[in-house]
């Protein structure tokens, strides 16, 4: 059974910093290209950051670049994003996102909300 459980998400002020992790299990972690996404309330879905199976290169939205950083550790089955300089535009649900050729999951989402 597929499964990708995010988890760090809460409420921080602007300037903040967290760090979500992304737990999957039920198939070959280091064969999947593994994102993160997020969805702000009235908005679609985008991209905030990828990396490969190998764990690089990495690709990041312009939005986020020189703040957040996504890594990943194939021997815990994890990925994260590190995020700093936290701005109430980064509101939003964080998606964990895996990708392997035709296959494709997502997690159920963590809410980060940045407000002071």
């Known amino acids: 059974q597929v499964q990708l459980v995010e988890s760090g998400g809460g409420l921080v002020q602007p300037g903040g910093s967290l760090r979500l992790s992304c737990a999957a299990s039920?198939?070959?972690?280091?064969?999947?290209?593994m994102s993160w996404y997020r969805q702000a309330p009235g908005k679609e879905r985008e991209l905030v950051a990828a990396?490969?199976?190998?764990?690089?290169?990495?690709n990041y939205a312009d939005s986020v670049k020189g703040r957040f950083t996504i890594s990943r550790d194939n021997a815990k089955n994890t990925v994260y994003l590190e995020m700093n300089s936290l701005k109430p535009e980064d509101t939003a649900v964080y998606y964990c996102?895996?990708?392997?050729?035709?296959?494709?999951?997502w997690g159920q989402g963590t809410q980060v909300t940045v407000s002071s």
């Open positions: 996102n895996a990708a392997f050729k035709r296959w494709e999951h």
């Open positions: 039920g198939f070959t972690f280091s064969n999947y290209f």
């Open positions: 990396i490969t199976g190998a764990g690089g290169p990495t």
